[in-house]
């Protein structure tokens, strides 16, 4: 079965430093992979996707992430962080069908 | 850019009352989702909706959920008799393509249902 796995409830970083965010997959086929990030009270916004080709992705607000099938990761970078950035970060997978499968988020916090 | 849009942004119900969430997804998409968020819990798939059908539901879909398109532009999530593990955040999502295509799916801001 799919699922998704996000090991880290929690971070906490000073502004300026640099992020990763980890993510863990299991899927049988190729995976569809996503980062979305949820502000307080707001929706879940699209950071990046990948789907085929380089296996680094370029997303919105300077982040990135690298899918590497060897590890079944797509960890999400960021390498200086803003205060603005302090948000819930969700990793999902693509399954065979239409629906996306949630890891069950990261909470950063940003401290100045 | 465009937007899924969700009404309301706070429902309050009382158990064992109906209610209607609505969505007025991407004006050119096809795809139509809903999934939900208990709170501190991860974001659940609950349908996916396509060419005025279901095409995929989850478990937690069950007889007390249904879906609607009821005119060219607003997609509706119907509990008929709530029940209080239903409080969650609900959202609507919508794409172009379903299924495993390179179109993302994008959602709104939610509508958090509260039943008392």
């Known amino acids: 079965a799919q699922s998704v796995t996000q090991p880290d409830i929690h971070i906490t970083v000073s502004e300026g430093a640099s992020l990763e965010l980890r993510c863990n997959y299991s899927?049988?086929?190729?995976?569809?992979l996503f980062w979305y990030v949820q502000s307080p009270g707001q929706g879940l916004q699209l950071l990046l996707k990948y789907f085929s080709g380089d296996t680094l992705v370029q997303g919105i607000k300077g982040f990135e992430a690298e899918f590497k099938r060897s590890q079944s990761s797509f960890n999400l970078r960021k390498p200086s962080v803003h205060w603005s950035d302090a948000a819930e970060y969700f990793c999902?997978?693509?399954?065979?069908?239409?629906?996306?499968?949630f890891g069950t988020g990261t909470r950063l916090q940003v401290f100045p | 850019e465009p937007e899924v849009t969700q009404t309301p942004s706070h429902q309050v119900t009382q158990m064992g009352q109906e209610v209607i969430l609505r969505c007025v997804p991407i004006?050119?998409?096809?795809?139509f989702y809903w999934y939900r968020q208990i709170l501190g819990q991860k974001v659940e798939f609950l349908v996916s909706f396509y060419n005025n059908e279901i095409s995929e539901k989850s478990e937690i879909f069950d007889d007390q959920f249904s879906v609607e398109r009821p005119d060219g532009s607003n997609f509706t999530l119907k509990i008929r008799s709530t029940k209080l593990e239903d409080s969650a955040m609900y959202f609507c999502?919508?794409?172009?393509?379903?299924?495993?295509?390179?179109?993302?799916?994008?959602f709104g801001d939610g509508t958090r249902l509260s039943i008392l």
């Open positions: 899927y049988g086929a190729t995976p569809y």
């Open positions: 004006s050119n998409h096809l795809y």
């Open positions: 999502a919508s794409s172009e393509q379903g299924g495993r295509s390179n179109q993302p799916q994008h």
């Open positions: 999902a997978v693509g399954a065979a069908t239409d629906k996306l499968i």
